[in-house]
């Protein structure tokens, strides 16, 4: 989507602040450059740090947000693209530590610790193409990693222990019957009901669960450790292949992909994919193919994903 406001993109260096005790600790708007670098973010209202609508080439790192009363720690909603998040430290918030949400694209999350948060680690939320690379999230009240409705995660490298659900969780959800639906505007914030996942090499270690997916076009897993996993090493539609699951991950690494392929919308280019910073699922012959589901195989009986966009909420 194209800007709104047609005068220049509002841009700056924040540098070693203290934004304390503010209804949203730095909130932007279709601003464009900024570097957010080394600042603490102390008992927001809502927000700690939340970059909005059509913000471009955010470089925010090394900052503190912590003691977040209503939401997140570090968010950034609404078409922000191709920004960093990057050594951060974001815990005790009454949501997750951090969230990518409503269509941002091209976002790398590495080497940041989103840990004690009451929500998840880490939220990928109608967010495709992201890199999450060498953090920590531990201890969380819900999952480690949590991608809905957002295709292309790539989940590398990270440490992932002991948070109250899955340590990596992707699944779709029919928003529109979701609670407070009533209060989005699916014009302005659509989303499509496609979850993949390609995680390698993190360290699982006594979550809930380890590896849950619900509604997923497609998992790839290589080279993740479990630890103190047994028996919850996966779950949800995964658990029929559990034993497969993890054995061929240790060793050639292994795709599971559901009987239904979905036709990706590409919307946007992901910058990661043309950088070669990841290899995109979405981009496979099978997700672009003629044949492919046009309505995200939402209604393909014996499909995960109708069984998972069909579900009564609660399930």
Known sequence: MARKVQAAAPTGYFINNSFENLYYGF???????????????????????????????????????????????????????????????SFENHGSGIMLDRQSYGTIVYANDASRNKGDGFAAMESPCALVDSNMFYGNGRSGVKVRNSWDVHVEGNQIRQNKAAGIEAYIDNLKVA????????????????????????????????????????????????????????????????????????????LVRSVCVPRIPMKKQCALAENGIIIPQSLQAEFRADEASTNYCINAAGSPQSAAFNAQQGE
């Not at 809502?46 to 968010?75: C, E, F, V, W």
């Not at 609670?179 to 270690?205: C, G, H, K, M, W």
């Not at 080279?223 to 054995?247: C, W």
């Open 27 to 89: 909130y932007a708007f279709e601003a464009k450059d900024i570097v957010f670098v080394g600042n603490e973010l102390v008992n927001g209202v809502i927000y700690g740090l939340d970059p909005h609508d059509r913000s471009k080439n955010l470089m925010m790192a090394y900052n503190t947000a912590y003691g977040t009363q209503k939401k997140h720690g570090i968010i950034i909603s609404r078409e922000v693209d191709d920004s960093f998040i990057l050594g951060n430290l």
């Open 179 to 254: 609670e407070q639906s009533e209060f989005r505007d699916f014009v302005e914030d659509p989303y499509y009901p496609i979850a993949t996942v390609a995680a390698r090499d993190n360290l699982l270690e006594n979550n809930r669960v380890g590896l849950m997916t619900r509604g997923a076009s497609e998992a790839m897993f290589f080279g993740n450790k479990f630890v103190d996993q047994l028996p919850r090493y996966v779950s949800g539609d995964l658990k029929p292949l559990g034993l497969d699951v993890v054995t061929r991950n240790m060793k050639t690494g292994v």
